[in-house]
C-alpha cells in the first residue's frame, strides 16, 4: 500500500475499503508509473 500511497498520494484510509484485487490492480499501476518514471530519468539524460 505504500508504493500506492506514494505514487498516487492517497492516504491509507482512502484504501481501506478497497478489495485485495483492486490493491494488486493499483500496485501494479503504482510500479508501472515509477519504472516509466525511473527509466525516463535514467535513460533520457545520457
Same mark, same amino acid.
Given at each position: 500500500m +505504500?508504493? $500506492? +500511497?506514494? =505514487?498516487?498520494?492517497? @492516504?491509507?484510509? =482512502?484504501?481501506?475499503?478497497? @478489495? $485485495? #484485487?483492486?490493491? !494488486?490492480?493499483?500496485?501494479?499501476? +503504482?510500479?508501472?508509473r515509477?519504472?516509466a518514471?525511473? #527509466? !525516463?530519468?535514467?535513460?533520457?539524460?545520457?
Amino acid at each position: 500500500m +505504500a508504493d $500506492i +500511497a506514494f =505514487v498516487f498520494h492517497w @492516504p491509507p484510509d =482512502v484504501m481501506d475499503d478497497l @478489495p $485485495i #484485487e483492486d490493491l !494488486a490492480l493499483w500496485r501494479e499501476k +503504482a510500479r508501472q508509473r515509477l519504472k516509466a518514471q525511473h #527509466e !525516463a530519468t535514467h535513460h533520457g539524460s545520457r
